[in-house]
């Protein structure tokens, strides 16, 4: 068994961290000591790598809490699993959409402004007055 401080070193999730997903139910709260230190075991620890890389890959928490119940589910079949993740993949290609047709604008703008010592710049006219106002 280990301390909330162990558990963390091991999984390499914070203490904060830890104690949020137990208290919105994403992970399971571990039984206390007599002294009312958490006691974790490994299992513990595969279950915050577990969120922890789910997250890293830009899973939601609700997404992590589907996938951890179907990691846990035996029966489970392999699509649902890929249905989740290729759903993640549309947001994300979604969201790059979104920042493309962002960034094409600001390189047009950039590429209009000389970046020397004069004062004029076409970048700030243009956020002030919006395109050809100027």
Do not use: W
Request: some cysteine.
């Amino acid at each position: 068994m280990m301390q909330i401080g162990r558990v963390a070193e091991r999984s390499g999730v914070p203490a904060k961290t830890i104690r949020y997903y137990e208290e919105i139910g994403l992970i399971s709260k571990p039984e206390r000591t007599a002294g009312g230190y958490r006691e974790y075991d490994k299992q513990d620890v595969d279950i915050l790598r577990f969120v922890s890389r789910a997250r890293s890959l830009g899973f939601s928490i609700k997404d992590v809490r589907n996938l951890l119940a179907l990691y846990e589910d035996r029966e489970r079949a392999s699509a649902d699993v890929k249905n989740i993740a290729l759903e993640h993949v549309g947001e994300i290609e979604r969201k790059m959409a979104e920042l493309d047709s962002v960034r094409r604008p600001l390189l047009h703008l950039a590429d209009k402004c000389h970046g020397d010592e004069r004062p004029d710049c076409p970048i700030l006219e243009e956020l002030a007055h919006g395109p050809g106002d100027a």
